[in-house]
């Protein structure tokens, strides 16, 4: 076992949640930004939200209505994807899939305009709310909005544990260096675990 590697702090108690990013039909289905192996994870995904389904917090990646409508670079990346936000966008392709909107609630639904969730005022309050000190993290991408999260929750102190079965990219290769990344570099802060261990080790 590598040293960042299993769940290595002990069990995950009463104050877990499990925070799901953005698995959504926009990047599971035929667009432009489909993920191909989100369908592959979306089992395991689903079996950690159906175990523990009142802990579970989905998060949504919502474009704006025009480009114009967010600051800075923000601007320029969404004049590249303009067919992407709103005004152009079928937004069922927002929702999440049947078998994890099937959940909600009691599952939760956090929506966000960036890539970390802990940017938009929901996550932290819903949190707090709980007073969640452990995340298990699940979704997609592995090297883009679940880097921002597992940074963002990193900062705030809180255990961080990767279910690294449930985790997707659109390139393999960055989803490799990151949980390495992850597990080598971030060794105190973040366990990465597959979900049969997770689950075995959570309530």
Same mark, same amino acid.
């Given at each position: 076992?590598?040293?960042?590697? =299993? ?11 499990? %925070? ?12 432009? @930004? ?42 320029? +990346? @969404? ?14 392709? %927002? ?19 960036? +890539? ?18 452990? %995340? ?41 260096? %990151?949980?390495?990344? +992850? ?18 080790? @959570? =309530?």
């Amino acid at each position: 076992m590598q040293d960042g590697e =299993g769940i290595r702090f002990g069990r995950l108690g009463a104050r877990t949640a499990h %925070l799901c990013i953005d698995m959504q039909a926009v990047f599971a289905e035929a667009t432009e @930004w489909q993920v191909p192996w989100m369908r592959t994870v979306l089992p395991v995904v689903r079996q950690i939200a159906e175990r523990h389904p009142a802990e579970t917090i989905f998060t949504r990646f919502i474009p704006p209505a025009e480009p114009d409508a967010m600051p800075g670079t923000w601007q320029r +990346y @969404w004049r590249r994807w303009a067919h992407m936000t709103r005004h152009r966008l079928d937004p069922a392709l %927002l929702d999440l899939p049947a078998p994890l909107r099937a959940l909600v609630p009691p599952a939760s639904v956090v929506d966000k305009c960036h +890539y970390s969730p802990f940017l938009e005022p929901g996550l932290p309050h819903l949190l707090r709310e709980r007073r969640i000190d452990t %995340l298990v993290v699940s979704g997609g991408e592995t090297d883009i909005c679940v880097l921002a999260t597992v940074l963002g929750a990193v900062d705030r102190g809180l255990r961080v544990v990767l279910a690294t079965d449930a985790l997707c990219s659109t390139s393999d290769q960055a989803h490799d260096c %990151l949980v390495a990344l +992850y597990r080598d570099r971030f060794s105190q802060q973040i366990e990465a675990a597959g979900s049969d261990e997770i689950l075995a080790n @959570w =309530g």
